[in-house]
């Protein structure tokens, strides 16, 4: 099962928002509402941001949004930060033997 | 809430096998769902393997198949990840996760502060 596909990079200035999209296939993305996202600071461990395409954890900042259109997910940023440059992962159960699969990861900078 | 303290850095020849433990505490591991998540260095998030609530059982990625084996001490509140036939392609932060208990493996949380592991000769 292949990576889902993110770019890179993308970046904003404070206060902006922007976007991440994450594009999986039928099996993985479109196939279900199961789509999370991480956050990872360098040296450190990802943090769950969203789940089920646009559920929020507690704790977690509603400056941080989710949602689903076909095969394809995204992550909303608002009001930009620079504690949001990280990089960020999604992820998708995908039904199969391979259980969950992540995208290649973006890295947000913040400028 | 759930913490995850993972064992220490490892260096490992080719061929080898490493063992990394990871001890919860603030539950029991009988009430948590656990998966291993690996890291190549400046790479992405690779799924290894870990619990899956629909079928009850301890399922693998196809990728490691054979070469992986996940176990639990309930006894200590530890999970052990055992990988072989070590490659330096291997070389990673590993981390240990908690999954959901029932339903689909849709999110990951908390996970272990991670575990080098580096493969050379």
């Known amino acids: 099962q292949s990576a889902l596909t993110q770019p890179a990079s993308v970046s904003g200035s404070p206060g902006q928002s922007i976007t991440i999209s994450c594009t999986g296939t039928?099996?993985?993305?479109?196939?279900?509402?199961?789509v999370s996202w991480y956050q990872q600071h360098p040296g450190k461990a990802p943090k769950l941001m969203i789940y089920?395409?646009?559920n929020r954890p507690s704790g977690v900042s509603n400056r941080f949004s989710g949602s689903k259109s076909g095969n394809t997910a995204s992550l909303t940023l608002s009001g930009l930060q620079a504690e949001d440059e990280a990089d960020y992962y999604c992820?998708?159960?995908?039904?199969?033997?391979?259980?969950?699969?992540f995208g290649g990861g973006t890295k947000l900078t913040v400028l | 809430q759930v913490q995850l303290v993972q064992s220490g850095a490892e260096v490992k020849k080719p061929g080898a096998s490493v063992k990394v433990s990871c001890k919860v505490s603030?539950?029991?591991?009988?009430?948590?769902?656990m998966h291993w998540v690996r890291q190549a260095p400046g790479k992405g998030l690779e799924w290894m393997g870990g619990?899956?609530?629909?079928?009850?059982?301890?399922i693998y990625a196809q990728e490691f198949q054979g070469r992986i084996t996940m176990t639990e001490d309930t006894s200590t509140d530890t999970a052990y990840m055992e990988l072989s036939s070590l490659r330096s392609e291997d070389t990673a932060v590993y981390y240990c996760?908690?999954?959901?208990?029932?339903?689909?493996?849709?999110?990951?949380?908390?996970w272990g502060q991670g575990t080098l592991v580096t493969v050379s000769s």
């Open positions: 996760v908690t999954g959901p208990t029932v339903g689909y493996v849709n999110w990951f949380d908390p």
């Open positions: 603030g539950y029991t591991l009988t009430e948590l769902s």
């Open positions: 619990f899956d609530p629909q079928d009850g059982e301890t």
């Open positions: 039928s099996s993985d993305v479109g196939g279900y509402d199961y």
């Open positions: 089920d395409v646009s």
């Open positions: 992820s998708s159960y995908t039904g199969s033997s391979t259980l969950v699969i």
